[in-house]
């Protein structure tokens, strides 16, 4: 086995880009990892993996690997597929492209995209929902938010909060997110503007819902041997690791234990030799407070029951003990389904690098990036060191 190393990324401003294409956003994304790597290119890249959570229902393209090896102008004698597991597509293709570099490939590309904004809404929920149980949830019209939804109200029950507690979450999201020129939404919000958002899902309102948008983003990953070629900071991915659960949230013994983030988190730390402590900065499935909430506990970082109280007195912030969602998160930074979990291996990287500007947090040098599929039905998550 290899050490595997970023060499180069890119990403495309999260956005309703009506005018562009999917190839016009992965091109960008492409062309910008490879520049960000000098030394390298096209024709050295040994296997492609892109992670979409939409394309076919909502893009009308299946066999999306070979697609954008064609758009790319990728040798046509390399592996190139589409990774697919809802909101953790990204993930995993990066999970995948980790397995072949360290055995054999020396470079390999990630895509994750998503070009969903000139669909109709209808289109777009009904193809979200395809991330619950088909048979048991889905069929009879309930939506991935509206389980959350279902799972802010069980914990604010159990633990005798109000919907104003999980405020804090978007409050820091859009504060990190004005900060962040990739960003769908770049404006700061504030509680009284929490407290009279209009209700989506009761107990989640507009401001604690994330805004599904179009986006690509790229990384170029390398083994060890290629990697002594790089210069400036070097990160390296220590750990990786996918672990899964029902996808069925009522099958579950206690929904409000997301039991496949703790198992994901634990064994990606426990290949890097780290422990929770250890990690700087985080970036997680935030779509709402309670994910990011549900998370946090799950992996270790607070006890079940006390994290709402742990944000509101700024750990979650830049500068407070478990940093999230620094360049916007799923809220501020925008939703981009399957392309979140590259973007958020880019944000810790900008971390772990020193450029990541008015929110970098202070002497940054490991990271973890996780992301849901559904609702916590497959987590992968990425630990990354800065090793120089």
Known sequence: MTNVYIAGMGATAVGEHYRRSLADLVSEA????????????????????VGSAYSEELYGQSQLGAYLAGVLGLSTSIPALRVEAAGASGGLALYQAIQAVQHGVPLALVIGVEKVTDQLEDDIEAAQAMASDGDEEALHGITLTAQWAML????????????EAFAPFPINAHANGAQNPLALYRFPIDPNKYRKAAMVASPINLLDCSTLADGAAALLI?????????????????????????????????????????????????????????VD????????????????????????????????????????????????????????????????VIELAHQLCGT??????????VGLAQTLGGIGATVVSHVLIRES
């Open 30 to 49: 492409a062309r910008a990892a490879l520049s960000s790597a000098p030394g390298f290119a096209p024709h050295q890249i040994g296997a492609l993996y």
């Open 222 to 278: 390398v083994n060890e041997t290629l990697a002594r070629e790089l210069t400036g900071p070097c990160i390296r991915i220590a750990g990786s690791a996918v672990a899964t659960d029902t996808v069925a949230l009522h099958r579950r013994r206690n929904p409000l234990e997301l039991t496949a983030a703790r198992a994901s988190a634990h064994i990606a730390l426990a290949r890097a030799h780290l422990s929770v402590g250890e």
């Open 152 to 163: 802010m109200r069980r914990y604010m029950y159990e633990y005798g909060y109000s919907a």
């Open 281 to 344: 900065v985080w970036e997680l499935s935030d779509p709402h407070g309670i994910a990011a909430t549900l998370a946090l506990e799950a992996i270790g970082c607070y006890e079940p029951g006390t994290t709402p109280r742990h944000a509101a007195e700024g750990a979650i912030t830049p500068t407070g003990k478990t940093p999230i969602a620094t360049a916007g998160g799923y809220k501020a930074r925008g939703d981009v389904g399957g392309a979140n979990g590259i973007y958020q």
């Open 356 to 365: 990541a500007g008015a929110t970098q947090v202070a002497d940054a040098r």
